[in-house]
């Protein structure tokens, strides 16, 4: 998600935008502004996806009443030869941020598997091969929890974690403070709430609260996790101030764990902070884990 993007462009005309525009059209502006969605990757990133197995979803959505098709990646641990490592590693469900699809995600995705999870990335509607339309944050919580159904019915008994990257982070927080079989959860680079990024701008100072549709609240909801919850931020990340994602860290309950990565930036943090990951993880979550995810 990108900060002057979602914020500087849009929300500094959101006030004005509001008196001339009806509700449906000041609702529609604000979720092409957060969610930017696009068929888009970048950089090297359709080459490191290229093992990885096209998933598609199909379900019949009760927020809009229209069948829905979800476009996902599948990436078992140890690749596409599956054998003892695949058969046994956890799951995880990987939620992508604003702006880029699926795709664009695959160096995250490729990371999460080295650390011994068979990932499951997919992207919401309006974004890649997916359904099209303009997402919403309720579409993209409904988009999020048929996967996480998918994988438990694709892969019954074993462990599933969920991944939410900026946005996706929101998503995340939302879909495992709903479930309640979650391992656990792991969000990076993400926020508190909506509201809360934009007091982090130049304009943060104007009321706009009572005119957000789209107010992605995690603080609501991240004390109702009943899983240990990792939350990693980079000190150098521009788009979304550390500070919000230590705010969104002490407001959930334990077991949980906060890793600040020296020098992250929004884009880079997973890449830098690889082996900050991978203690953490064995920290948090290795007690009742797969060997895998701590012996690598």
Not at 206 to 220: A, V, W
Request: with cysteine.
């Amino acid at each position: 998600m990108k900060r002057s993007h979602l914020v500087s462009l849009a929300f500094t005309a959101l006030a004005t935008f509001s008196l001339l525009a009806g509700c449906n059209s000041l609702d529609e502006q604000q979720r092409g502004w957060i969610f930017q969605p696009s068929d888009r990757s970048w950089g090297a990133s359709a080459e490191l996806a290229q093992d990885m197995s096209d998933v598609w979803l199909k379900f019949d959505s009760a927020v809009t009443g229209r069948p829905v098709k979800l476009h996902g990646l599948w990436l078992p641990a140890g690749g596409r030869d599956v054998g003892s490592t695949s058969a046994h590693a956890p799951l995880m469900l990987y939620l992508h941020g604003a702006r880029y699809n699926v795709t664009g995600s695959a160096g995250r995705v490729r990371r999460t598997q080295e650390l011994g999870f068979s990932v499951l990335a997919i992207d919401y509607r309006g974004f890649g091969k997916s359904s099209s339309g303009l997402p919403s944050e309720a579409m993209a919580q409904e988009d999020a929890r048929a996967a996480w159904d998918w994988l438990a019915a694709q892969h019954p008994g074993r462990p599933r974690y969920i991944f939410g990257h900026s946005l996706g982070g929101a998503v995340a927080i939302d879909l495992a403070a709903k479930v309640d079989d979650e391992a656990g959860t792991i969000v990076e680079g993400t926020f508190t709430s909506i509201a809360d990024v934009i007091g982090t701008m130049k304009w943060g100072w104007l009321p706009l609260g009572p005119l957000i549709t789209q107010p992605f609240d995690s603080m609501e909801k991240v004390a109702r996790l009943g899983a240990p919850l990792l939350v990693v931020h980079g000190s150098d990340d521009s788009t979304i101030p550390p500070e919000l994602g230590r705010k969104l860290y002490e407001a959930a309950r334990r077991p949980k764990a906060f890793v600040l990565v020296d020098g992250g930036s929004h884009h880079n943090t997973n890449a830098l902070g690889q082996s900050q990951y991978r203690s953490a993880l064995a920290g948090l979550f290795g007690a009742g884990q797969s060997t895998a995810l701590i012996a690598k």
